[in-house]
Structure formats: C-alpha cells, structure tokens
C-alpha cells in the first residue's frame, strides 16, 4: 500500500463576458474583411490602391491577433503531483518541483492589474493567470540565493492551497495538518 495522494487538477477558463467579447471582436473584423473582399470582387472595390493593402493587412493583423488572445490568455491547466506543480497557459509551460516551494498563501482577490501596482517597493510576482481570474495563491520559490514570487490563478485558491500544502508537508516530513483546520485567510499587504 502506498502512500501516494492523487494529483489535484484544475482549467480554469476565463469568464463567459470575455469569451463573448473577443467573440464580437473576432467576428465583427473578420465580417468587414470578409464583406469589403466580397464586394470587391463582384462589384466596385470599396477601396483601391495602397489603401487596400493597408486594409487588408490591418484587419487580417486585427482578426490574428484575436486569435492570438483566445487562444493565450483564456484557459489554464494547472496540476499538483507529489513531485511539480504544472501549469499550461496557452503555449507557454512552467513547472516547479514541490521541494523548491518555500512557502504557498491564499493571495487576496484582485485584478491582474492591481496585483502588479500593488508591489510597492518588491518585485511583482509573476504571474500564472488568465484574463478576469483574480483569485489564487502565491508561491514563494527558492531561486539561486534568493526567492521569487508565482502568483497561481485559481477558482478555489483553498483547495489548491491545501493540495500544495500537504504535498510541500509530505517533502519536509511535518504532520499532516486535520481535516478540520480552517482554510488560511487571504493575505493582504493593506495596512489598517
């Protein structure tokens, strides 16, 4: 019998409002580009010259662009196993083995935005998110001689705080903690 917890996984997708924005985007610039290369074809060119050239490539640019956003900054995967933490935002991949992880917190709820003015003299962390998740927890991570910060968006930062938690136990040999402690409070750097 082993003592092997089961990974904790999570995707964590954007909320519906920027699906439906990017959507629009996407469809309003792809319908003109399409509409204005129709009528061109089949009647007088809306527009001629370099000034066509210019059209096209702006609205192709715009509509790939797009794409290039869906496609980026919209889903997440992140998983927990007893050795890495794994996280996937479009293209790009980091991991981090659980014995590099100097601590784990629930960070407080904010913006992406307001998480990278509200640094105040330390470095930002950066930042592991997808467009509209402001919740999730932060990473401390021993790198070289000194630390650095991962803020890890989550829909349920006390789970996945939990699972980093009793695997990051697990790696020091502490106690387990009980099932019946409370979830640690967000961390806030406002002052009183």
Known sequence: MTDQKSDYYEQIRASGRVFAFLALLLGSTAGAL??????????????????????????????????????????????????????????????????????????????????????????????????????GVELEIAHGAGTRMWFVASRDPQALHAAIGSRLATVRGEDQPDADTPAPEPVSDAKP
């Not at 050795?83 to 709820?109: D, K």
């Not at 003015?117 to 930002?124: I, L, Q, V």
């Open 34 to 135: 399409t509409g204005v290369a129709i009528r061109g074809l089949f009647d007088e060119p809306v527009i001629t010259g370099s000034s066509a050239v210019i059209f096209y490539a702006a609205f192709g640019l715009s509509t790939l662009i797009t794409v290039f956003v869906m496609l980026n900054y919209t889903i997440m995967s992140l998983r927990v196993s007893d050795n890495a933490v794994e996280i996937t935002v479009g293209m790009r991949r980091a991991s981090v083995a659980i014995g590099e992880i100097g601590g784990v917190r629930v960070a407080e709820t904010q913006s992406r935005m307001s998480r990278a003015m509200s640094a105040k003299g330390r470095k930002s962390p950066q930042m592991w998110t997808v467009m509209a998740v402001g919740s």
